[in-house]
């Protein structure tokens, strides 16, 4: 099966720019996570999806970040404007089983190659 | 709030040498713990999940194990091999269904 896919794979932007990061999950995944990692940092959850409805979004870090998931299928992270601080690395990752509840040999989580975002 | 903390930050072996990296957490009340590898560049390749039940998890030469209630886990690699370098993270699930990181630890393996 195609693994989960993100696009773009690099991307640099100005400060005060707006980007859009997508990732189509593997089809059939309910759960759509995203994840992020700045610089020295570990990472860190941003938000989860289930189908097109927003579980969890403790963490994500202010209002210029806007995820969106239209009829549960690929999702896009917005960031506008975009700031210095925002540089990192975007992780998106897709889950079939909530509770991950997996046999040895399938595993509950799969991520996609990330974004690499670099803000000047 | 819980906090995953890996040590070493990085080591370099030389290949053969049998090695353990660690991970501790804060909040023993967790639904699993999960050990990915990420490679330069590329996305995260989930390696073992041990559920909160179980002690160990073995998947060829690597096998983790799980203290709950201590709040560790290791994750041993027997025969270390030049294409095992990478950086190594551990994550726990608690309730909220969202992975907790540690800040990873990169293996060097020198040949």
């Known amino acids: 099966e195609a693994g989960v896919t993100q696009f773009p794979s690099h991307s640099v932007i100005e400060k005060g720019q707006t980007v859009t990061l997508r990732c189509d999950p593997i089809?059939?995944?309910?759960?759509l996570y995203w994840y992020r990692r700045v610089m020295g940092k570990e990472i860190k959850f941003l938000l989860h999806?289930?189908?097109?409805?927003?579980?969890?979004e403790s963490g994500m870090p202010n209002n210029r970040f806007l995820a969106e998931r239209t009829g549960g299928t690929y999702s896009t992270l917005k960031v506008q404007p975009a700031e210095l601080e925002d540089s990192g690395v975007y992780f998106c990752?897709?889950?079939?089983?909530?509770?991950?509840?997996?046999?040895?040999?399938?595993?509950?989580?799969?991520f996609g190659s990330g974004t690499r975002l670099t803000v000047v | 709030k819980q906090e995953v903390t890996q040590i070493p930050a990085a080591l370099s072996v030389p290949e053969g040498e049998n090695l353990v990296l660690n991970c501790s957490f804060t909040d023993s009340a967790i639904y699993n713990l999960q050990w990915f590898r990420q490679d330069p560049g590329k996305g995260l390749t989930s390696l073992l999940l041990?559920?909160?039940?179980?002690r160990e998890q073995t998947s060829g030469r690597l096998n983790a194990s799980l203290d709950k209630s201590s709040g560790r886990s290791t994750l041993y690699i027997a025969a270390s091999q030049p294409g095992d370098s990478a950086t190594y993270l551990c994550?726990?699930?608690?309730?909220?269904?969202?992975?907790?990181f540690g800040g990873g630890t990169r293996l060097m393996v020198k040949p």
């Open positions: 041990i559920q909160s039940s179980q």
């Open positions: 990752a897709s889950s079939q089983d909530p509770r991950h509840r997996t046999a040895i040999g399938s595993y509950g989580y799969t």
């Open positions: 994550a726990v699930i608690n309730a909220g269904n969202m992975l907790t």
């Open positions: 999806f289930v189908k097109e409805s927003k579980q969890d």
């Open positions: 089809s059939g995944h309910d759960n």
